[in-house]
């Protein structure tokens, strides 16, 4: 008797464990996320006014990611930004999620890492959540607002640092790009 109720106990766990099983890996992987703070902040950086370089100028910081270089999988980035001319504070951002997969269609375009998430244009566009391995992928900051003086000093100073980290293992440093006004 002893050895029936024993293996009615085994059956037990062993009919548990499965379901849990075949519970968990019914769990679908992560959906990207942008957190309400992070939809608040904007696409580029204003200067502090503190600082006297308002203006009408924009200058993006930006990193392009050789094709492939992002893995397929689940992976997140989070900017620092330290540059003293044109703000006191050292931010961070948010981290924002984001999917590598090589069932997504790839764009003719690029595709943009920014402060407020994925999009298809560096200050626009709409979201992009999953990205396909070949896609061209660009990490970008853009200071808008600015003077043209400022620009200048920004784009010869090494003081000025805009840093990407992906997944939490990279740190990719931004460099300044061409100056427009917007």
């Known amino acids: ?41 904007p696409t580029a950086v204003p200067p502090d006014p503190a600082l006297g370089a308002a203006g009408d100028w924009a200058l993006p910081f930006t990193y392009e990611f050789e094709k492939e270089s992002i893995p397929v999988g689940f992976h997140r980035y989070g900017y620092m930004i330290n540059c003293p001319t044109i703000t006191n504070d050292v ?16 764009l003719d375009n690029p595709v943009y890492l920014r402060l407020a998430g994925i999009s298809t244009d560096p200050l626009g566009g709409y979201q992009v959540f999953i990205l396909h391995p070949d896609q061209e992928v ?32 990279l740190n990719f440093n931004l460099v300044p790009g061409e100056s427009y006004k917007p």
């Open 1 to 41: 008797m002893k050895k029936s109720g024993l293996a009615f106990i085994l059956i037990g766990v062993l009919l548990f464990t499965c379901t849990a099983c075949t519970v968990l890996n019914e769990v679908e992987a992560p959906t990207p996320t942008v957190s309400s703070l992070l939809m608040s902040l």
């Open 91 to 106: 931010s961070g951002s948010d981290l924002i999620s984001f999917i590598v997969s090589d069932d997504e269609e790839l």
């Open 138 to 169: 660009i990490a970008v900051v853009t200071f808008v607002g600015i003077s043209e003086e400022t620009v200048q000093i920004v784009s010869d100073s090494p003081d000025c640092e805009v840093i990407i980290r992906l997944d939490n293992l």
